[in-house]
């Protein structure tokens, strides 16, 4: 089994910024992929951005130059450095981790942090 655990969350003005962390424990495999998602109210989770266990990254477009996803594998720890931020960016962000094993992937998720984006 693998935790994750997010925190940095919280209410900022537009234009501001936050950092995010998620810090993971359990049985983690020496290749992973650690991510983050968001979901704002009364719409569906949407991947934010997306790290390899050797720095690849992906990001959705919306965030694109705003934000940078990177890790601590060494402490087994994503984070999302979030500037320029806009009211769009507000919802309950959600860290996961997935994994493969023996052909299966397992995919892990946070309990999520809240990001309210307002003035």
């Known amino acids: 089994q693998v935790q994750l655990v997010e925190s940095g969350g919280g209410l900022v003005q537009p234009g501001g910024s936050l950092r995010l962390s998620c810090a993971a424990s359990?049985?983690?495999?020496?290749?992973?992929?650690m991510g983050w998602y968001r979901q704002a109210s009364g719409k569906q989770r949407e991947l934010v951005a997306v790290?390899?266990?050797?720095?690849?990254?992906n990001y959705a477009d919306s965030v694109k130059g705003r934000f940078t996803i990177s890790r601590d594998n060494a402490k087994n720890t994503v984070y999302l450095q979030m500037n320029s931020l806009k009211s769009e960016d507000t919802g309950a962000y959600y860290c996961?981790?997935?994994?493969?094993?023996?052909?299966?992937?397992?995919?892990?998720w946070g309990q999520g942090t809240q990001v309210t984006v307002s003035s």
């Open positions: 359990g049985s983690i495999f020496r290749f992973n992929a």
């Open positions: 996961s981790l997935s994994q493969s094993n023996l052909g299966s992937t397992y995919e892990y």
């Open positions: 790290i390899g266990s050797y720095g690849s990254t």
